[in-house]
């Protein structure tokens, strides 16, 4: 069973930057897989943040991120980064990871197979 393990969350202040990575546990290679990042908040749905196809050729972004985040995959393509900068109060959310094979880019969990565990980013005023 594959697993994509997230890194990377914290706090930070406003305007502030953090980099979150996911990768796949054991031999699991990512090269093949279309990711996404969603966020979550406490008794809210959980929001499409960022996507990108299995080159990297491609990526989407929701509005309230472009300009701000960036999602990049690794050289060998087996991490997925989303660097966020200009962080606001409102980014703060359970940050996720998520992969599918495919050759688009996907902005709906439920086009998701597989997902991480979460990591916290919290953003202080």
């Known amino acids: 069973q594959v697993q994509l393990v997230e890194s990377g969350g914290g706090l930070v202040q406003a305007g502030g930057s953090l980099r979150l990575s996911c990768a796949a546990s054991g031999r699991t290679f990512l090269s093949d897989y279309a990711m996404g990042w969603f966020r979550q908040d406490p008794g809210k749905e959980r929001e499409f943040v960022a996507a990108?196809?299995?080159?990297?050729?491609?990526?989407s972004y929701a509005d309230s991120v472009k300009g701000r985040f960036a999602i990049s995959r690794g050289n060998a393509k087996n991490t997925v980064f989303l660097q966020m900068n200009s962080l606001k109060p409102e980014d703060t959310a359970v940050y996720y990871c998520?992969?599918?094979?495919?050759?688009?880019?996907?902005?709906?969990?439920?086009?998701?197979?597989?997902w991480g565990q979460g990591t916290q980013v919290t953003v202080s005023s």
């Open positions: 998520a992969a599918r094979l495919g050759g688009g880019t996907y902005t709906v969990s439920r086009e998701y197979d597989l």
């Open positions: 990108i196809n299995w080159s990297g050729g491609v990526t």
